[in-house]
Antibody, heavy 120, light 107 residues
Framework: QVQLVQSGAEVKKPGASVKVSCKAS????????ISWVRQATGQGLEWMGW????????GYSQNFQGRVTMTRDTSINTAYMELSSLRSEDTAVFYC?????????????WGQGTLVTVSS | AIQMTQSPSSLSASVGDRVTITCRAS??????LGWYQQKPGKAPKLLIY???SLQSGVPSRFSGSGSATDFTLTISSLQPEDFATYYC?????????FGQGTKVEIK
């Protein structure tokens, strides 16, 4: 079945970086964009950016510009999201999601989420 | 950025009730909108795309309507498994933006 499986929880110190992976299976990885979404504890959903696995092209939310990098390894059908200069406000669950059709609001499936805790 | 204003932020309802959640966009987004359900500790789940298309496998008690700036998610007869938080998402232009969420609680 079509699924996205993310890497496990991380604990980081302020100022460090974290790299979260998202492994795709059950479909052709390069045919669909991947987006990343952040959800701080008890808060709503925040879109971070997108990546085209075929070309490596990316687009980032201004809120994360300069701190986020989205990449992929097509040989293992895996997308990555790296967030640098971590601060306590970045303590959150990060989700990857497949953008099934652009312009429709159709993101499916989603990864299970990766909790990143930023604490000194 | 397009602002998505969702209302109400929370509501209490009983099993069997009809529930309506609205999302208003700060500009015309055609029908480029999705609705998601999220339960505690779980990833969001797609319910509706293109404002009114029901995702495969989603019960028919869920429906979406609207276009341009005003959108509605309706649950025709609330079931116990529907108690959750619901979000709209505009997919018209970047940055994509979510509504702030509507928590549906048991009365």
């Amino acid at each position: 079945q079509v699924q996205l499986v993310q890497s496990g929880a991380e604990v980081k110190k302020p100022g460090a970086s974290v790299k979260v992976s998202c492994k795709a299976s059950g479909y052709t990885f390069t045919n669909y964009h991947i987006s990343w979404v952040r959800q701080a504890t008890g808060q709503g959903l925040e879109w971070m950016g997108w990546m085209d696995p075929k070309t490596g092209n990316t687009g980032y939310s201004q809120n994360f510009q300069g701190r986020v990098t989205m990449t992929r390894d097509t040989s293992i059908n895996t997308a990555y999201m790296e967030l640098s200069s971590l601060r306590s406000e970045d303590t959150a669950v990060f989700y990857c999601a497949r953008r099934t059709a652009i312009g429709t609001g159709w993101f499916d499936p989603w990864g299970q989420g990766t909790l990143v805790t930023v604490s000194s | 950025a397009i602002q998505m204003t969702q209302s109400p932020s929370s509501l209490s309802a009983s099993v069997g009730d009809r529930v309506t959640i609205t999302c208003r966009a700060s500009q015309d987004i055609r029908n480029d909108l999705g609705w998601y359900q999220q339960k505690p500790g779980k990833a969001p789940k797609l319910l509706i795309y293109s404002a009114s298309s029901l995702q495969s496998g989603v019960p028919s008690r869920f429906s979406g309507s609207g276009s341009a700036t005003d959108f509605t998610l309706t649950i025709s007869s609330l079931q116990p498994e529907d108690f959750a938080t619901y979000y709209c998402l505009q997919d018209y232009n970047y940055p994509l933006t979510f509504g702030q969420g509507t928590k549906v609680e048991i009365k």
